[in-house]
């Protein structure tokens, strides 16, 4: 599979014990130079319009990653930005496979969480960007921030539920663009990120309590900063206070931090409620299962 083809023969050792012997198929290392060459091409077309052909793209690199022939780590983002886009009610989808799009592009990543445990998480991020693009080229002209769907989430999340450290890292990630540079990011996928964070399937409190443990980390080193910022450049005491464009721009800048950090804090606000989590419960990391979105007691 990885171009060494085994061959069992009916030769024997001079000793009359059987033995396997190893051939280089040319054909099949020529078909791996190939898949090699134009994986960026396949992996661009996991996004297509056309069902049939995502299916053949994920099918195909699928293929590609089971047999060894290429990296995975570069196929992760496009993976993931399927597994969030797949739409699983194409008859198209239905008709080329008893499996949906989703399912099988799940599979895959399944297979790669599996071998390479940190190759996920590595794409995880650019993959929900690759998807929140496409969703709201899909959505262009109607309402903003609509980003993939949360029960594709849910999904995909399910991949990370089987060591509370996957799950850790996978909730830590997807507040990470809080902490780089939330200025520079788009509102309405942050706003995107916090619902998701909000309305996966926890299944016990330490989940939300990891969130807010982060969101407490994020806000406190964020907010300060940008109280601190106003607190110099607004002084109590000046009541006209002229500013240049530079300064403009960082105080829309602060405008816009402040902004992501009251989406952290209403995520915050939610979790605490659906949850029934208070502080001696977060500052004890309570691990209790939920059941119908509240922990049992």
């Known amino acids: 599979s990885s171009g060494i083809n085994a061959e069992y023969g009916e030769q024997t050792k001079t000793d009359g014990a059987p033995f396997v012997s190893l051939e280089i198929s040319n054909e099949t290392e020529q078909v791996g130079e190939v898949m090699k060459e134009f994986l960026p091409s396949i992996l661009n077309l996991l996004l297509d319009a056309d069902d049939r052909v995502r299916l053949g793209a994920v099918n195909a690199a699928n293929l590609a990653i089971k047999h060894r022939i290429v990296n995975p780590l570069p196929c992760v983002p496009g993976l993931v930005g399927l597994s969030l886009c797949a739409n699983d009610t194409s008859q198209s989808s239905i008709l080329s496979n008893p499996n949906s799009i989703q399912e099988t592009t799940l599979q895959v990543l399944s297979y790669i969480d599996e071998k390479h445990p940190s190759f996920l998480m590595s794409g995880l991020l650019q993959g929900i960007k690759i998807a929140y693009s496409q969703t709201e080229k899909e959505n262009s002209g109607k ?8 029960f594709s989430m849910s999904k995909l999340y399910g991949l990370a539920k089987h060591s509370s450290g996957s799950r850790r890292n996978f909730l830590s990630l997807l507040l990470k663009p809080f ?113 119908n979105g509240a922990s049992s007691e």
């Open 179 to 291: 902490e780089q540079r939330p200025e520079l990011q788009d509102e309405w996928y942050l706003l995107y990120m916090v619902k998701a964070a909000g309305h996966l399937p926890y299944t016990s409190s330490e989940e939300p309590i990891s969130l807010v443990h982060t969101i407490d980390r994020i806000v406190s080193v964020s907010a300060s900063s940008v109280l601190e910022f106003l607190k110099i450049r607004f002084p109590k005491e000046s009541k006209n206070v002229e500013i240049t464009d530079v300064e403009k721009d960082n105080v829309i800048n602060a405008g816009k931090i402040a902004l992501a950090m009251v989406m952290l804090l209403e995520l915050k606000r939610h979790l605490n409620r659906v949850y029934s989590l208070n502080s001696k419960r977060i500052q004890s990391g309570d691990s209790r299962v939920v059941q």
């Open 143 to 150: 309402a903003k921030g609509v980003g993939p769907n949360i």
